[in-house]
């Protein structure tokens, strides 16, 4: 499945698998795949490298609506304590945004001394509380990552990224039924600049739940609104190429290979769905290409055994 950096308010979402090469492959995504996030039509494409996956650090954040963003708490007898407070918050938030390029670059150890002293300074920053909860996830310490979402949200909880974060984090502790609700929840917000991410977690994690009829509901809400997901094409053409939907795979396919620079994942499916459509050209062009530019990888290798999954 498939999990991918921008100026944050706070660390990315995934979308987005567990394995660092996923997390790291799916960042490369201007999605999120992973990413994410959204990428436009005038971003330069980048490569997406694992398709299988959504990882929560491909979530680019968006400065909240006026409506939700916390000013500094007017203290009667003079504007000196506000100010404090907003010179407390300006410090806490640069901490953040270095534990966020930390942990983005998978530097645990030194994204943790950021956010402890982040939180030392403000202690009611919900975002940092995000991140940790991504960051024990990570470390595989469920408890600590449970216990960090659970106050982030209590804190903010109508924050459409903490939600996409902790239903990924059920999705990835085995609960993905419960994340669907998380996903849901984070669509809810009218101006979440990113709904196409929420949806297309909800459709991974649909899948592991085996329900694949809600999958697809999903990735195709999530391609509708960016035609540019990588992710929700990506499995909208498993889907499609499973049932022996040819022309719709196809399409999928195609749009992926024309749209991003070719990995091993898209090149695989692309080379599937031509040899069901009988394209002996394309099928031979594509292999050869996956041999020749990833020839360490999972599915030269299953060219080379013939493993199509029939």
């Not at 492959?25 to 436009?40: G, K, N, P």
């Not at 091993?264 to 009988?278: M, N, S």
Request: charge should be positive; proline fraction near 7%.
């Amino acid at each position: 499945m498939f999990t991918m950096r921008p100026t944050m308010r706070t660390p990315p979402a995934r979308g987005t698998s567990g394995s660092t090469r996923v997390r790291r492959a799916a960042a490369a995504i201007a999605v999120a795949l992973l990413a994410s996030a959204c990428t436009t039509v005038d971003e330069k494409p980048q490569p997406v490298r694992d398709l299988r996956g959504g990882d929560p650090r491909e979530t680019r954040r968006e400065p909240p609506p006026s409506s939700q963003r916390q000013d500094p708490v007017a203290v009667p007898g003079g504007s000196g304590a506000s100010n404090a407070d907003s010179e407390r918050r300006r410090r806490a938030q640069i901490r953040l945004e270095l534990a966020t390029g930390y942990y983005q670059q998978g530097n645990y150890n030194q994204a943790l001394e950021e956010l402890r002293s982040s939180l030392s300074i403000d202690p009611t920053n919900a975002q940092a509380y995000g991140l940790l909860g991504l960051l024990y996830m990570d470390l595989g310490d469920r408890q600590r990552a449970e216990e960090n979402f659970q106050r982030a949200l209590r804190i903010a909880p109508e924050d459409s990224e903490l939600l996409n974060n902790y239903g990924w984090y059920l999705c990835q502790t085995d609960r993905p039924r419960e994340s669907i609700a998380q996903f849901q929840a984070a669509l809810k917000n009218p101006l979440y600049a990113t709904p196409a991410r929420p949806l297309h977690n909800a459709g991974i994690c649909s899948m592991r739940a085996g329900d694949a009829a809600g999958a697809e509901a999903y990735f195709q809400r999530s391609f509708q609104i960016d035609p540019r997901n990588p992710v929700a094409m990506f499995h909208l053409g498993e889907l499609y190429l499973k049932r022996g939907d040819l022309e719709r795979a196809r399409f999928m396919s195609q749009r992926l290979l024309q749209s991003y620079p070719a990995s091993a994942e898209t090149l695989w499916l692309a080379i599937r769905v031509d040899r069901k459509a009988g394209d002996r050209d394309s099928f031979a062009s594509l292999s050869s290409q996956l041999r020749r530019q990833f020839p360490a990888s999972r599915e030269a290798n299953l060219l080379q055994r013939g493993a199509f999954g029939d």
